[in-house]
Structure formats: C-alpha cells, structure tokens
C-alpha cells in the first residue's frame, strides 16, 4: 500500500507539473506579480523583475541607456510619448528601460555596447531579441512595432489606391512584383521593416505596374506623388543591406547639415563613407558651393552621404579638430570611412561639379590616396631633453628598433597637459644622457598617428627597442617617479628576454633591421 501510495503521489505531481508546464501564454500572465514600477509609462527593469516583464507582456521593445548620457537623453521623451499611444490603445506591448550602469548584469547578458541600445522581445523570448536600429522619433517607434508585429507593407489592388497611397507624405516606397511570395519581394519586406520613417506599399497589380510604367519586378521611390528613383530586381533578387541602406539615404537631406539633431541620424544610415564640407555658411561663395554639391550628391546616393559642417558655429569645434582642418583651408572637403578610419582629402581647391564628381569616384574605385595631417617638422627638434615628434617623423622615431621611445600624446587646449609639460621635460632631462632612450611629445590634435585605443589628453605609449610593431600603453601615476619606473621595468623586462632567448639559442644569427632614424 505504500508503494501504491508513493506512486499515486508521483503521478499527481507529475500531472501538475505538466499542466502547469503547458499553459498558453494568456495563462501564465494571468498570474502576475507586483507590479513593476512605470515612469512615463515606461517600465523601470532589473535583474529582477526583466523575467516578469518577459512573462507577462507579448512584446516587449527594451531601451538599455545610460542615465548621463546625451543620447540617451534626448531619446527618452520620444520613447515615452510612443509608449503612450500604445498603452492608450490598448495593445499586448509594453515598452521598458534598463539603466546599465546599475543594472551590469543585464548589460554583460544583452552585450551592450552602445547608449542607448534598443531592443525587441517577443513572446518572453530573452535569448534572441531584435535589434532595433535607427529609430529615434515617436512615430518612427510606432510605426517600427507595427511592422515588426503585422504587416510591413500596405497592400495596394487599383490605381485610385495607389495615387492616394504616394500622395500621403513626402516620401513613399512602392515594391513592384509579379509575385507578392518568396525572392525579391521577402527582402522588400525585411526592408520594409528596417525603415519605419516610410510608407511602404507593395503591388502585383498589372493596372497600377501600366499606370507608373513598370514592366518588371522594381523598387520605386515617390516624393510628392513624382518617382525619384527606382532599383531593379536583377534576377528576381535583391540586395536587403544594400536596399536598405539605400531607401534610408531617402530619410535625410541630399547634403545633410551636421548639428545636434541630426548627429544621430546620420550615423543611423548604414552608409560608412561621409564626404564632408567645412565651410562657413555666412561666406559669399556658400550657395554656389552648396549647389554644386547637391547637384552630384544624387549620383552617389546609398555609397557616399554628403554632409556639411559650418565652421562659424562653435560647437562644431570638435568635429572640424577631428579633421584636423584649419581656417586657411577652408572651404576644405574630406571623406571618411567609417569603417577603416581612414580619411581622403579632395586634391582641387576649388569645389566644381567635375571636381566633386572625380574626386568621389576615384575614392570608390580605389585610386584616392589616403590623407595624414602633419606639421612641419621643427628646427632643432631633436636637440632638446624632450624630442618634438610631428606626423611626419613619427614612424621614423618611435619605431626605431634600436630605441626605447616614451611619447607624450597632448593637446594645446588641455589644462592638463599644459600642467604635466614641466614634468615630461624633468623626465627628459632625466633620460637625455641615457644612450637608446628617447623621451618625445607630440601635438595629437594637429598630427595624424596611427593609433589604437586613445584616452583622454594626456596620454602616453612606451615604444619599445627591437620591435616595428610593439605599443606598450601607460597606466600608471601622472609623476616623475612612476613614468621613470615605469620606464625602466619595461626596458630591463626586454633585457632578461633578449638574454633568455641567445641563452636558449646562441647561434641564432641577429636580425638585421636598419634604423629609419637615429637620434
């Protein structure tokens, strides 16, 4: 009889435990718990109450932020006013926030690297969330969810539909195909979905392919009831990142002015190559120079953005530093690789149409010579306890195989450095009789260096004896003391290994590498 009863208490429990276990999604939330706290009708997450909001909510579109970030600031009106019209509608969505400065747990799980980072989860599914990228405005989140939860196009069946569908906002994405299942049209729809500052209509329609005058399977772009652009369906295939990348070009401005608001969005377009204007927009040569730019910036829409940036507006500062342009270059253009880093300077002074047009598709063919910025090199700039590098001798200094070389990266406008200068050059005078020891500065604002991982002004890099390659980073105190110790650990670190390796093998003939300077 025991047994029996030990058996019955098992399959009792193992009945429960299924039935709990096959519960519908409706059932589970209707056991909620505490409920989570809203601010802006938005939930405050943590670790502990994200499985919760998970649970409880169909989908669930996630802010991961930084509280004193920018970014995240100017991002948290319009995710609440989105949140707002969901929950007046009575919708199964719920928009949440992590704060991940306090929350470190859910930053390491989610992989957040970036502020603010969005993302999507449905059906409490935590280990593969959607990516929300490039939404920063009310009515692009709504619209974004909306896609992402129902259909991402507008199906359009006559003519009258399709006039009224291009003649409704600004801008309008019509997808013409034969089939409206699988191929081209399944990336039109991905597509679709990663743009949700547009309306986007697809139709198989042969009235309304007669009435745009379509004969093929084509993507078509409207702007005020008038076809911009269309991209052919080569094939019966499509591209989604590239079109993608080029209906979001379609969202800003031919040229793009860069400030506050639009610092964002033109990051958000998937498109790494920025050719940049530095110009003053006060200046009398401004329009004609605007207007040669819009006039060839369509012919490179989707691979290269156009961008100006006015000189005459301070907080531009940091930008045209960055370019390392000055005023006597001005009116200046560069491109910039997003990916590479890489920065290309237009030869010709004068910004012509032709100049414009050579100038881009030499970069994209690959014949545009990349841009370092320089000073010129000092008179007498290896004479003093701490050696003046510009971007022209770097190379040649710091990777001197023969010399362990301590650099100072500063900036003219930096209080601390301006501080530390005394005692960089006590530490140059310390080092100045010391034979393979180079203590050197350079001005990294105005020198371009290649350079991984740069700090906050001042920072240092040991370049060490007998490597081309070697870039030893400083982390130690601001003071005489440290930067000498620092230095000669690192130097008799290199000592034990060189002897340890001719004691291992003395045969071993030495490389040979010829010095690129000597000091």
Not at 26 to 48: C, H, R, T, W, Y
Not at 399 to 410: A, P
Not at 454 to 481: H, I, M, Q
Request: hydrophobic share 40%.
């Amino acid at each position: 009889m025991r047994t029996l009863g030990l058996l019955l208490l098992a399959f009792i429990s193992w009945s429960l435990g299924t039935a709990e276990g096959s519960l519908s999604p409706a059932e589970k939330k209707s056991k909620k718990g505490k409920p989570i706290k809203e601010e802006d009708n938005v939930l405050v997450l943590k670790k502990s109450n994200f499985d919760q909001a998970l649970n409880e909510t169909k989908y669930l579109l996630v802010e991961f932020y930084i509280a004193l970030s920018g970014a995240s600031q100017s991002l948290a009106a319009e995710f609440a006013k989105a949140a707002e019209q969901f929950k007046n509608d009575a919708v199964d969505i719920q928009f949440g926030k992590v704060d991940v400065a306090d929350q470190k747990d859910l930053k390491k799980e989610f992989d957040i690297q970036e502020y603010p980072t969005l993302k999507f989860f449905i059906d409490g599914n935590r280990k593969n969330p959607i990516d929300c990228k490039g939404v920063r405005e009310a009515s692009a989140f709504v619209t974004w969810v909306q896609r992402r939860i129902g259909s991402s196009t507008v199906l359009l069946n006559s003519t009258d539909q399709a006039k009224a569908f291009i003649d409704l906002e600004g801008l309008a994405v019509i997808g013409f195909f034969e089939k409206l299942q699988d191929g081209a049209v399944e990336v039109f729809y991905d597509s679709a979905r990663e743009v949700p500052e547009l309306p986007f209509g697809v139709t198989a329609s042969k009235d309304i392919f007669a009435k745009f005058g379509v004969r093929e399977d084509m993507v078509v772009v409207f702007q005020k009831g008038k076809p911009i652009h269309n991209e052919a369906s080569e094939e019966g295939k499509l591209n989604k990142v590239e079109l993608t990348r080029l209906i979001k070009t379609f969202t800003m401005d031919l040229v793009t002015e860069y400030n506050l608001e639009t610092s964002v969005k033109i990051f958000d377009v998937p498109v790494e190559s920025h050719l940049v204007l530095f110009m003053p927009k006060n200046s009398d040569t401004f329009k004609e120079v605007y207007e040669n730019l819009s006039s060839v910036a369509p012919e490179f829409r989707g691979k290269i953005m156009f961008i100006l940036v006015d000189t005459d507006e301070t907080r531009n500062g940091r930008v045209i530093e960055y370019f390392r342009v000055t005023v006597v270059e001005v009116p200046a253009i560069q491109i910039l690789n997003l990916t590479s880093d890489a920065r290309y300077k237009m030869p010709a002074e004068e910004v012509t149409t032709d100049h414009l047009r050579t100038f881009c598709r030499n970069y994209l063919e690959g014949k545009a010579k990349q841009h370092w910025s320089s000073e010129e090199i000092e008179e007498g700039w290896d004479k003093k306890p701490v050696k003046v590098l510009v971007g022209k001798n770097f190379d040649k200094v710091a990777f001197n195989t023969k010399n362990h070389v301590f650099v100072m990266f500063h900036a003219p406008w930096s209080h601390n450095c301006q501080k530390l200068f005394p005692v960089w050059e006590e530490l140059g005078k310390l080092y100045e009789s010391r034979k393979k020891v180079v203590i050197a500065k350079i001005d990294y604002t105005a020198n371009e260096v290649r350079l991984m991982n740069v700090e906050k002004y001042p920072f240092f890099r040991l370049f060490p004896a007998g490597s081309t390659t070697e870039v030893v980073p400083y982390k130690g105190e601001f003071t005489l003391d440290a930067f000498a110790k620092f230095l000669e650990e690192q130097i008799e670190a290199r000592k034990k290994n060189s002897t340890k390796a001719k004691q291992e093998d003395p045969e071993k003939e030495e490389k040979i590498t010829t010095p690129k300077e000597e000091l």
